[in-house]
């Protein structure tokens, strides 16, 4: 996979470039803005995708990488992750309501931004490709498979042990989103922003009631686990 790594730091750049090309990744690097800018428009002028993800810094020298991820929105749909030292919540919101599809906090541990390159790279893949739209085990044209729990993502069609369940959208919304990355925990303001597409305030409630509606519809209290004071995750069940 192609990778621009948008880093002005060259230490911090060297080092994470030297892990990513061990793990497989062509990783070009920007040291700006406006580098990061001209790596992706050649492509995105052709309508190509010049990368299969975009790890952005926020603190850029020549403009913020705020600025930097709407114009990236623009030009292309790639995957951005944010790599930042800002940690708040109001900055992890705005940026994935920019666009970002993912928010990764500095110091991290390389082993999770690597699983989350992965992950984000399956959630953008075509749905009739082998990795399948969302990527979830099992996932085969377009379906997400755990256990006896079946969600079809072009249908929007969920099943469990081959029977229908019934979804309201945002509760279907909900559940594709966690079964993205199972066993992963989703934060709430980022299920807030990515299936309500609103910020965290005030929504809090509503998250709470969709999450007890889809666990009763499915019968299945233990599929989605609360992390105490951090978010949601998809529990794959047992064989």
């Known amino acids: 996979m192609r990778l621009l790594l948008v880093e002005d730091d060259d230490h911090v750049a060297a080092a994470l470039s030297a892990v990513l090309k061990k793990h497989g990744f062509d990783v070009t690097h920007a040291r700006n803005g406006e580098e990061a800018l001209q790596a992706v428009l050649p492509a995105a002028q052709e309508g190509k ?5 975009v790890l952005l810094d926020l603190g850029l020298p020549d403009q913020d990488g705020y ?6 929105r623009k030009l292309t749909t790639t995957p951005v992750i944010m790599v930042t030292a800002r940690a708040d919540v109001r900055s992890r919101i705005h940026g994935l309501n920019l666009g970002a599809d993912d928010y990764v906090v500095k110091p991290y541990d390389t082993g999770e931004l690597l699983a989350r390159i992965h992950a984000v790279s399956r959630r953008t893949a075509a749905p009739d490709t082998d990795e399948g ?8 044209e377009g379906t997400v498979r755990l256990g ?5 993502l072009s249908t929007r069609r969920v099943t469990v042990d081959g029977t229908p369940v019934p979804l309201t959208r945002k509760e279907f919304d909900l559940l ?3 079964a993205q990355r199972p066993g992963v925990v989703f934060r709430r303001e ?6 309500w597409n609103t910020n ?8 709470e009631v969709h999450v007890a509606s889809l666990r009763a519809k499915l019968a299945m209290p233990a599929l989605v686990e609360t992390v105490r004071g951090v978010g949601y995750r998809l529990v794959v069940p047992a064989a």
């Open 133 to 140: 739209a969302g990527g979830g085990p099992g996932a085969e």
């Open 190 to 195: 980022q299920i807030i922003s990515e299936v």
């Open 67 to 72: 600025q930097v991820c709407g114009k990236l």
């Open 200 to 207: 965290w305030e005030g929504t809090g409630r509503t998250l």
């Open 176 to 178: 594709a989103l966690l």
């Open 49 to 53: 995708a010049p990368f299969g993800v």
């Open 148 to 152: 006896g729990v079946a969600i079809e």
